[in-house]
């Protein structure tokens, strides 16, 4: 009887999942295989997948993929160690910088695209304005809008927005390192960086895997 209820309350979250996400990429997998003209569908089998890696186009996203992921990866798993170690030290305004971390992770991204827009316009932008004032450029810099600098633009302000994802779970994990043990490690005679090396690191692994996930 009990095992029939249970069933019964996970019934609904397993529709929903199944309906948003099982059901959506089982049709995309199959309409990948099939041109739509008109609403009729003609089968091509593989043609579509052929197109695609034969595409200069897709090749260089995929490289610009990559490229995302790997410096979102470094900006993302060592800013936030860094700052969750600052954080989980004891210091006047600490519980103020805490709250303040969050600003950037619980504002929507609609927001923080407009705002980065208009930081970054070329003529009128506020960082342009700054760089002008320091004699590093004489004209703007159009930082989303060419191919030199959209990326690392877009990399930087991704990080910004989801800094304090990594950084509050790396904090939280700090908080579970038993103080006894480094404490220990330190009348041993144990420096800083090796009781970060040998103590708090191995324990935080689980963490940052899961950050990095």
């Known amino acids: 009887m009990h095992k029939h209820i249970g069933l019964f309350l996970v019934a609904p979250v397993v529709i929903l999942l199944v309906g948003l996400y099982a059901y959506p990429i089982f049709d995309l997998i199959r309409t990948s295989f099939f041109i739509i003209r008109g609403g009729e569908e003609q089968f091509v089998g593989l043609a579509n997948y052929q197109k695609v890696l034969s595409s200069d186009l897709f090749r260089q996203s995929a490289v610009n993929s990559l490229i995302w992921t790997g410096l979102s990866l470094i900006i993302q798993l060592t800013i ?6 600052l954080l989980n030290q004891k210091f006047w305004g600490n519980t103020l910088a805490r709250v303040l971390m969050l600003v950037p992770w619980i504002t929507p991204t609609v927001v923080v695209a ?13 960082v342009n304005h700054v760089l002008r004032d320091l004699g590093l450029t004489a004209l703007g810099i159009d930082f989303l809008g060419t191919k030199q600098y959209a990326l690392p633009t877009l990399v930087v302000a991704n990080a910004w927005q989801f800094l304090p994802f990594g950084t509050l779970l790396i904090l939280a994990g700090l908080q579970t ?11 041993d005679g144990a420096g800083s960086w090796r009781r970060f090396r040998h103590i708090t690191f191995p324990l935080l692994g ?4 899961f950050v990095f996930f």
Request: charged residues 15%; aromatic residues 8%; without cysteine.
């Open 206 to 209: 689980p963490v940052i895997g």
């Open 177 to 187: 390192v038993p103080r006894e043990v480094v404490e220990a490690a330190w009348v």
């Open 114 to 126: 407009i705002m980065l827009r208009w930081l970054l316009e070329p003529n009128v932008g506020f």
């Open 80 to 85: 936030p160690l860094l700052l969750a170690l």
